[in-house]
């Protein structure tokens, strides 16, 4: 039985049996004690009243009482449902269900029924414990709603357009914007696809069917601003099956303060020396030619004095890069000054590989306690790096030490080979990192004509490891997505703020307040879901701080990554139970109600009596 939200697991028999035994025996009771002039009157009055009473409290709790009923599958129609599929299975599922309005297969199928959303198959069909999924399938939060329900799906193709897609939603004036991804329901066709700024045609690439292909795609912003470019595919009979949408912020620059401490002048050095001075980087070079005798180089700063380290002079920069034997002559005043400035202040280091790093290093170490699986039988290895930014790109080998970092709790990857194997990673030290990279000449890539690689490298690189500026708030827009009206999407803050609140607001005037997690690891990031209700330009800030933009498209957009998603959700959810049996939750009960219009006859009736007994007596 159920009062209100409490569902007590009785019979309906059982529940008016026990109401009748009370009542007899507190009118049994009474009607012993009473005078045998006035018992039968009184004890009318009695039972009248507590009828009366009864009727008033079910009317207000409205009373349900479980009923047990057999486990039953039904058959729900997704976008893209294949009709030779449904057709087979509707002639043994008698309920069918489709989520929304569809009159094309309503007039198929008279039984029908159309749905609001996944969850009302749990409140309204709870006998349901096998649901047979034709289509295309539903989103995760759909399918959260489901979990109690084994699902066997019938997936049907995708449609011709983008499934995966990466892109920076932010870059500086100058760098170069590459779009990353795969395409997917190509037929056996030539196809050109083309990347087009607010403009013209920037750049293209030809695309030959059938089944799924990758592309890139790349473009050179001149000026900061917000920009809409769009991915076109055009077919050789002049047909465009797909235009999507790339929305991209560009900023000004910010250049880093860099000062680089090394024990010998090498072409790694020189080169990234080369290419952060050309991007307005401010660096400061200290090289040794011999014993306290050192080389000094000044880029897009005055010079000032490297000969010893101290707090003051590491004040100045963002991030310092230097190898092990560098750090291991370092005196004791030294190397405590640049603990605390990354411990304190948030300096980033970069330590350069050398033999020193892989020598005497131990988990207690502050700057040296990475782990490392060697490779005993190389002097080297030839390894293509793998970060974010480059994950779907071919990358041209170059060398890397005979190691690679072990992935140990609280380190932070960066880059990593082709085989999944750690080559850079950070630790954080208070409010500073300090990162490994195991690439050894990254030059290479310069010299064999990818200028291109050699950048994007160090730029991933000590943008992650630089001194953050923990005075302005650094949102994370998520990359590997198109952001879409009606989708869930995770926004992250950077912040030193003590329980932040977020505001996004859209370009009509709308805002929502975003009420943020704090992460566990990291105390400076919070996290909140955005559901976005309208496209367009928004832009996200914490209250009183600086704001970041970002794009929200329409429904219709980006049709084909839509349903990449849902049918990799709905596999998992079938993934997950497929070795369950169908009977798992045969005990499954429903909630039935009990008219209230009996509770008010009982009680009318009981009034009435009460009325006229008074009026007699």
Same mark, same amino acid.
């Given at each position: 039985?159920?009062?209100?939200? #409490? @569902?007590? =697991?009785?019979?309906? &028999? ?5 109401? /009748?035994?009370? !009542?007899?025996? +507190? $009118? ?47 058959? #729900? @129609?997704? =976008?893209?449902?294949? &009709? ?5 299975? /509707?002639?043994? !599922?008698?309920? +069918? $269900? ?47 709603? #489901? ?471």
């Amino acid at each position: 039985m159920k009062w209100g939200s #409490l @569902i007590i =697991p009785i019979s309906p &028999a059982l529940f008016w049996g026990g109401i /009748a035994i009370a !009542l007899l025996l +507190i $009118f049994g009771a009474s009607y012993l004690e009473l005078r045998r002039a006035t018992r039968k009157r009184l004890v009318w009055r009695l039972m009248a009243n507590g009828a009366a009473i009864i009727s008033l409290l079910a009317m207000a709790l409205q009373p349900q009482w479980l009923s047990s009923s057999r486990p039953a599958s039904a058959l #729900l @129609i997704t =976008p893209g449902a294949d &009709a030779q599929t449904l057709q087979s299975l /509707a002639d043994s !599922l008698p309920q +069918i $269900f489709v989520p929304g309005e569809n009159a094309a297969w309503k007039s198929i199928y008279p039984n029908l029924q159309t749905i609001p959303d996944a969850a009302y198959l749990q409140r309204h069909y709870p006998e349901i414990n096998s649901l047979h999924v034709v289509g295309h399938g539903l989103n995760d939060y759909d399918l959260d709603e #489901l979990d109690a329900i084994q699902i066997k799906f019938y997936l049907s193709p995708l449609p011709i357009g983008i499934k995966y897609a990466h892109w920076p939603r932010e870059i500086a004036v100058g760098q170069t914007l590459r779009i990353q991804g795969t395409l997917a329901g190509l037929n056996n066709e030539t196809y050109w696809l083309y990347l087009t700024d607010p403009g013209s045609v920037v750049d293209s690439a030809k695309i030959v069917g059938p089944n799924e292909t990758r592309f890139a795609l790349s473009a050179t912003p001149h000026a900061s601003g917000k920009f809409l470019y769009v991915v076109s595919l055009k077919s050789t009979d002049g047909k465009i099956p797909l235009e999507e949408q790339i929305d991209v912020v560009v900023v000004k620059p910010q250049p880093l303060k860099i000062l680089i401490l090394t024990s010998t002048v090498s072409f790694e050095t020189k080169y990234l020396k080369n290419w952060a001075s050309q991007n307005q980087n401010a660096l400061a070079m200290r090289s040794a030619i011999s014993r306290e005798r050192y080389r000094f180089e000044f880029l897009n700063r005055p010079p000032i004095d490297l000969s010893r380290v101290n707090a003051g002079l590491l004040r100045q920069f963002d991030l310092v890069l230097i190898d092990g034997k560098t750090l291991r002559v370092l005196k004791a005043a030294e190397q405590q000054a640049l603990r605390a400035a990354v411990a304190q202040e948030g300096l980033g280091v970069l330590m350069l590989p050398d033999e020193s790093v892989f020598e005497n290093n131990s988990p207690d170490d502050f700057f040296l306690n990475f782990e490392f699986e060697k490779f005993p039988d190389l002097d080297e290895r030839s390894v293509k790096p793998r970060w974010p930014e480059r994950q779907h790109l071919e990358i041209t080998a170059i060398p890397a030490e005979p190691f690679a970092i072990k992935p140990v709790w609280g380190m932070k990857p960066l880059i990593a080979d082709e085989m999944a194997r750690i080559l850079a990673g950070a630790y954080h030290r208070g409010n500073g990192l300090i990162g490994l990279s195991l690439v050894r000449d990254s030059y290479q890539w310069i010299l064999e004509g990818h200028a291109q690689f050699h950048a994007a490298y160090w730029s991933h690189l000590l943008s992650a490891l630089a001194r953050k500026d923990y005075d302005k708030d650094h949102w994370n827009i998520p990359t590997t997505k198109p952001l879409i009206i009606d989708q869930p999407h995770e926004l992250v803050v950077e912040t030193n703020m003590p329980s932040p609140v977020g505001i996004v607001t859209s370009e009509s005037g709308g805002s929502d307040s975003l009420y943020l997690q704090q992460e566990v690891m990291e105390a400076q990031h919070w996290h909140a879901t955005f559901w976005p209700r309208q496209a367009g330009w928004h832009q996200v800030a914490l209250v009183g701080g600086e704001p970041r933009w970002f794009y929200v498209c329409e429904k219709t957009n980006w049709e084909t990554w839509q349903t990449a998603q849902k049918i990799g959700a709905t596999q998992r959810h079938a993934l997950r139970y497929q070795n369950q049996t169908t009977t798992w939750r045969s005990a499954r009960a429903k909630a039935e109600s009990i008219s209230l219009s009996w509770f008010f006859i009982l009680f009318s009736l009981s009034s009435v009596y009460l009325w006229i007994e008074r009026k007699i007596w």
